[in-house]
């Protein structure tokens, strides 16, 4: 009789065992197919083309096209006949203009004498000249001429109308407008200061400040008044130069390669052609830029 003989056989039973059933062949290939189709396609590169680049501007803004494409810089070609042109043309009118403005000077310079010999005492600068407007009219007045003929010589360097249909564009209030303020940076105010300046240094001496007046007046005529000559025509030619150019023209800042090295020149020169009417990097619409410019104004062609 068996106590525990049923009860051992039933421990020592071997336990049920899972088996691991492989896939049949064919349906390991299956498996393997589609594990491939999930996996994302390898592709080669290939050169760009034209539906990659309709892809790429869909994708990118107009704006940032515009901030990633370099503008093309046109820059003309420096003619120095154009420089020398000028400088021919405007030779024997600034002959002219010199002659007047000394003119103007010697005539002033008389005045503010006779005015300070009636005088018993030192007076005020604004009792020997007159207003700064007025004083630069007086000169406007007796330069505007000459100045409007370097202005129709700039005109004509670039078109070959007749001279009446010029005059239509180069008026006199269109170039004296630009052409003043020149007058009033390189003669007026200078001669001012210095007439000022004598003032104060007189100490009340009248004939310290004949003296002193006198000494102003021959440095502007024998030292000064040719390189503000040069500076007046060469802006009247320049202005004249784009009042006779149409709308909508491309133009570019040209330098001359005899002029004085200059940065800002430079400057203007590498930004390439622009609207007519836009400011260079200068701020100016056309030369000339400073005292002693040769710049000129240059149209870009087709």
């Known amino acids: 009789m068996q106590l525990f003989g049923k009860k051992r056989k039933e421990a ?3 336990q049920p065992t899972t088996e691991v059933v492989e896939p049949p062949v064919e349906a390991a290939k299956v498996i ?4 491939a189709k ?3 396609a390898i592709t080669t590169p290939q050169k760009k083309s034209v539906d990659d680049l309709f892809a790429r501007l869909k994708q990118t803004s107009t704006a940032e096209v515009a901030r990633t494409t370099k503008p093309k810089v046109v820059v003309p070609k420096v003619d120095q006949g154009v420089f020398d042109h000028r400088d021919e043309v405007l030779e024997p009118i600034m002959v002219l203009i010199t002659r007047k403005m000394k003119r103007v000077l010697a005539d002033e310079e ?4 006779t005015y300070l010999q009636g005088k018993k005492s030192v007076v005020a600068l604004e009792k020997v000249l007159p207003s700064a407007d007025e004083h630069l009219q007086m000169y406007v007045e007796a330069l505007s001429e000459d100045v409007i003929s370097a202005a129709m010589a700039g005109a004509q360097s670039l078109s070959k109308s007749l001279k009446a ?3 239509k564009r180069v008026t006199r209030s269109a170039v004296m407008q630009v052409v003043s303020r020149t007058m009033d940076e390189s003669t007026i105010r200078p001669l001012r200061e210095k007439i000022q300046r004598a003032v104060e240094q007189s100490n009340g001496d009248k004939d310290e400040m004949s003296n002193l007046i ?3 007046y021959r440095e502007m005529k024998m030292q000064r008044v040719e390189q503000q000559v040069s500076d007046i025509a060469r802006m009247a030619y320049s202005r004249g130069a784009y009042l006779v150019l149409d709308q909508g023209t ?7 390669p005899n002029g004085p090295s200059c940065a800002d020149a430079e400057d203007n020169s590498l930004a390439g ?4 009417g836009s400011e260079f990097p200068t701020g100016h619409v056309h030369p000339t830029a400073h005292a002693g410019c040769r710049c000129l104004i240059a149209p870009i062609g087709d």
């Open 250 to 256: 491309q133009v570019c800042w040209m330098v001359d």
């Open 214 to 216: 006198r000494s102003v």
């Open 32 to 35: 393997e197919v589609v594990e």
């Open 12 to 14: 020592e039973a071997p």
């Open 38 to 40: 999930k996996q994302p």
């Open 110 to 113: 008389n005045s503010m004498l």
């Open 165 to 167: 249909d010029l005059r």
């Open 273 to 276: 052609s622009t609207d007519l």
